[in-house]
């Protein structure tokens, strides 16, 4: 099983361009979830899609926007990248709304220039 | 006040002896609470989830809750130096997850 696929694992982004993150899980989990972890500020929710056709606002939303396209596939979009989006982001899948833990992607390192 | 407040450590423990990580958090009505051990450079992993007020064990691993006191422990016994990690609280209190900044530990050979 390969879990929370991730892609790209790195990326360097001049201000103004834009990116999508991918993020596909083959564990047949209803829920995911973009999330951006920055030194000293810990994980912070952007956008988690409850299910299969919603998509709902986590707490640090702006600057982004998402697209779950299939019960397996959630990505992550930027549409013009600027250097306070800096970070590394996780995507994260859970069966049941987060109530049985997560299970998180490797991750992609992205830095903004 | 934040969600879920760790100490950020770091927390260094000789091998052999137990190391303790607390965590407390502000929502009353949370009824779900997790451990996360994050290696340096990769995403965290689950280790432990606790749901009632008392203790759980899982091999060396020990979570601890107390809901009325609002706190959430781990304890680490027989630390190995493969333990060395950051250490992330969670808790969910609706359908969103709340993460502490974690705590970094480092256990000494």
């Known amino acids: 099983n390969a879990g929370v696929t991730q892609t790209p694992k790195f990326q360097v982004l001049k201000t103004g361009q834009s990116m999508t993150l991918q993020c596909a899980q083959d564990?047949?989990?209803?829920?995911m979830y973009w999330y951006r972890q920055d030194p000293g500020m810990g994980l912070r929710l952007i956008y988690y899609?409850?299910?299969?056709?919603?998509?709902d606002k986590g707490e640090v939303p702006n600057g982004y926007n998402v697209s779950r396209l299939n019960k397996r596939e959630f990505s992550l979009r930027l549409e013009s990248a600027a250097p306070s989006q800096t970070s590394v982001y996780f995507c994260a899948s859970s069966l049941g709304q987060g109530r049985d833990g997560y299970t998180f992607g490797s991750g992609t390192r992205l830095t903004v220039v | 006040q934040k969600e879920v407040e760790q100490n950020s450590g770091p927390l260094s423990v000789p091998e052999g002896a137990i190391a303790s990580l607390n965590c407390t958090y502000s929502d009353r009505g949370s009824q779900s609470f997790f451990w996360y051990r994050q290696y340096s450079g990769k995403s965290p992993e689950l280790i432990m989830s606790?749901?009632?007020?008392g203790d759980k064990e899982d091999g060396r691993f020990t979570a601890q809750l107390n809901k009325a006191s609002q706190y959430v422990s781990l304890l680490i016994r027989d630390s190995q130096p493969s333990d060395s990690a950051t250490y992330l609280c969670a808790v969910l209190p609706g359908n969103q997850f709340y993460f502490g900044t974690g705590t970094s530990l480092t256990v000494i050979p």
């Open positions: 606790i749901y009632s007020n």
């Open positions: 899609s409850a299910s299969e056709g919603t998509t």
């Open positions: 564990m047949n989990h209803n829920s």
